[in-house]
């Protein structure tokens, strides 16, 4: 099940947090995790998130690992969110010695071509009809789901899902926000940030207009 992932080399020291139904990582848990981590060690929160976007974890492909029985799985897409929330968080601690610290720019910067990555992987990989709907994964029901929606259905086809349709809305807003706060510092941001807006746009559009009647994935 694994056998696309030969380049995987985990060798890395991963927080746990706790014994009993671990030790294993889920990206989606870690990046969580991360957040109150920031709190105490903003450094090793930093490191966490980081080293799931290294070429040693992230596949040539850009998917970012799931989890370590099946690492071609798909996790809500909450990186993004969870980089930036650490970002502020550590920024917040920085500016109690330094008042003008602009935060750790490297860290994001550097987190963020990674995760714009992922995030065609996203695009090219789970919007199979390039209609803006996603598909795919342990995503807003966890792993609970009557289906496996990683897998074909038993009569074939796909299951066009609002909950990841959503997180990769999130996810476009989420890019946007950093690199927003990249383009304060160099303006070669800008545009990007401007790209992730548009593509917000794409996602919302679909969720209100998808089907004949335009129904939408939202039911009151």
């Given at each position: 099940?694994?056998r696309?992932w030969?380049h995987l080399?985990?060798?890395?020291?991963?927080s746990?947090?706790?014994?009993?139904e671990?030790?294993?990582y889920?990206?989606w848990d870690?990046?969580?995790?991360?957040?109150p981590?920031?709190?105490?060690?903003a450094?090793?929160?930093?490191?966490?998130?980081?080293?799931?976007t290294?070429e040693?974890?992230?596949?040539?492909n850009?998917?970012?690992p799931a989890?370590?029985?099946a690492f071609?799985?798909?996790?809500?897409?909450?990186h993004?969110w969870?980089?930036?929330?650490?970002?502020?968080?550590d920024r917040?601690?920085r500016?109690?010695?330094?008042?003008a610290d602009?935060g750790?720019?490297e860290?994001l910067?550097?987190?963020f071509?990674?995760?714009m990555?992922n995030?065609?992987?996203w695009?090219n990989?789970k919007?199979?009809?390039g209609?803006?709907v996603?598909?795919?994964?342990?995503?807003g029901l966890?792993?609970i789901?009557v289906?496996?929606r990683s897998?074909?259905?038993?009569?074939?086809?796909h299951i066009?899902?609002s909950?990841s349709t959503?997180w990769?809305a999130?996810?476009?807003l989420?890019?946007?926000?950093?690199?927003i706060?990249?383009a304060?510092?160099?303006?070669?941001?800008?545009g990007i940030a401007t790209k992730?807006?548009e593509?917000?746009l794409?996602i919302a559009?679909?969720?209100?207009?998808?089907?004949e009647?335009?129904?939408g994935?939202?039911?009151?």
């Amino acid at each position: 099940r694994n056998r696309e992932w030969e380049h995987l080399n985990n060798a890395d020291i991963i927080s746990m947090p706790d014994k009993w139904e671990y030790p294993w990582y889920a990206a989606w848990d870690l990046a969580f995790h991360c957040i109150p981590l920031a709190m105490i060690d903003a450094e090793f929160a930093k490191s966490q998130l980081d080293v799931l976007t290294r070429e040693w974890f992230m596949h040539p492909n850009g998917q970012i690992p799931a989890y370590e029985w099946a690492f071609g799985d798909v996790n809500p897409p909450v990186h993004a969110w969870a980089a930036w929330r650490v970002f502020q968080i550590d920024r917040k601690q920085r500016r109690k010695r330094d008042a003008a610290d602009p935060g750790d720019l490297e860290f994001l910067e550097r987190i963020f071509h990674k995760l714009m990555l992922n995030f065609t992987w996203w695009v090219n990989r789970k919007d199979s009809e390039g209609r803006n709907v996603f598909q795919g994964g342990f995503l807003g029901l966890d792993n609970i789901g009557v289906f496996d929606r990683s897998a074909p259905l038993p009569t074939g086809g796909h299951i066009d899902q609002s909950d990841s349709t959503a997180w990769m809305a999130m996810y476009s807003l989420n890019l946007m926000r950093i690199a927003i706060e990249l383009a304060l510092h160099n303006r070669v941001y800008e545009g990007i940030a401007t790209k992730f807006f548009e593509h917000f746009l794409y996602i919302a559009k679909a969720m209100t207009d998808i089907g004949e009647h335009g129904s939408g994935l939202w039911d009151d």
